[in-house]
């Protein structure tokens, strides 16, 4: 029997699976020299598009980089209202503070954890009746690698002439119906920071789109805001290039990227018939395809089911443990309105050990330790 211990994460293994590849990728760039803007940029670009089906891939120095830009994309700021979940990383609502708009917390379904179409809906009407603000963009977070219900969104967003922004950092690799992440909704913001699905060795990320003009948007902001011989400064912009080095390592990772995405459904699928019945856990609709950044089960008393699963060798994370409302850089934006469950996934979700390169029996170990704990 294996005892190698269980992690949480595993980002040395496909390291040592690629490793010869990656060297030969960076010592091509050593040798032709060119750092920023090589040409594994765009065959990177290239591929995430092809890959996704979106017709544009861009790739940026993060995934907080790729919200801002497509935040800054459609002139977002002042006085604009920017529609997102409270229950997320505290970078979706970065982003939006970053341009001047102001972030309208919306709570989420506990099932998916994801945004809640029908409190979406809720909260543009009050925004509209309120008159201060003007309702722009809706972002929507595929928590866990769980695409958000877009199928649903989109439509709400429209009526209201809104566009609608996947962050989908935790996400690339997923899908609805036939369609990838990327492909889902107008916009798609990814990250590649190490332990994403798709992970770069430092900081990383990229923009999906189909429309030509959004995409040479993005590419001016990226570069300073300059026009395409990038001479003449045009818009406000930034750096937010990815440079060779880090296109090189993810166009490595990608060569086993799909077989990773199986291995992660199908530890999935473990995990699920090892606790189904027994522990909730987060579900999405029969035509999502789960990327499974992470696997998340909600329990009561998870302070002392972590620390159980501690003492049994077996460690667990908690994202998030407070919703963004309640963190003291976000808590002017809080809603009049509570955001029950936000609050409530706060209190009661735990992620379990998830990484590709998991054993069977290392799940079935981590299962019986949980039920044990519970
Ligand atoms: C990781 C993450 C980000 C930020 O990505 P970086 O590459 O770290 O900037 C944004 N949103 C969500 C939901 C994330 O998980």
Known sequence: MSTDPILFFDL???????????????????????????????????????????????????????????LMGEEIGPGDAVFLPAFTYNATANAVLMTG???????????????????????????????????????????????????????????????????????????????????????????????????????????????????????????????????????????????????????????????ELEDRAGHAARYRARLGGKVMMQEGRSEDRHAFGLFTIMVDERDRVMAALKEQGIPSAVYYAKSLHRHAAFAAYAPAEPLANCDWLADHALSLPFHPYLTDAQIDGVCDALLRAL
């Not at 003009?213 to 930034?238: C, N, Q």
Request: glycine share 10%; aromatic share 6%; net charge neutral.
């Open 12 to 70: 040395k293994t496909p390291s040592k699976r690629l490793r010869a590849d990656i060297e030969r990728r960076l010592n091509a760039i050593l040798d032709h020299g060119q750092y920023i803007g090589g040409p594994e940029v765009t065959e990177l670009e290239q591929k995430l598009a092809a890959f996704t089906g979106a017709r544009h891939a861009l790739a940026v120095a993060s995934g907080t980089d790729a919200l801002v830009i497509a």
């Open 101 to 259: 708009a102001t972030p309208v917390f919306v709570d989420v379904d506990r099932q998916t954890c994801n945004i809640d179409p029908i409190q979406l809906e809720a909260a543009i009407e009050r925004v509209v009746a309120e008159g201060r603000l003007k309702p722009r963009l809706v972002i929507a977070v595929d928590l866990y690698g769980l695409p958000a219900d877009y199928a649903t969104i989109g439509p709400v967003a429209r009526k209201h002439g809104m566009l609608v922004l996947s962050d989908a950092a935790q996400a690339l690799g997923g899908g609805q119906g036939n369609k990838r992440i990327g492909a889902l909704c107008e916009m798609t913001a990814t990250s590649f920071y190490p332990s994403k699905t798709l992970g770069a060795y430092g900081d990383g990320g990229a923009m999906f789109t189909d429309d030509d003009a959004r995409l040479d948007r993005w590419a001016s902001i990226r570069w300073h805001g300059t026009d395409a011989a990038k001479k003449e400064s045009i818009r406000v912009g930034l750096n937010g290039r990815l440079d060779s080095m880090q296109c090189a390592v993810v166009l490595s990772k990608m060569t086993i990227f799909e077989a």
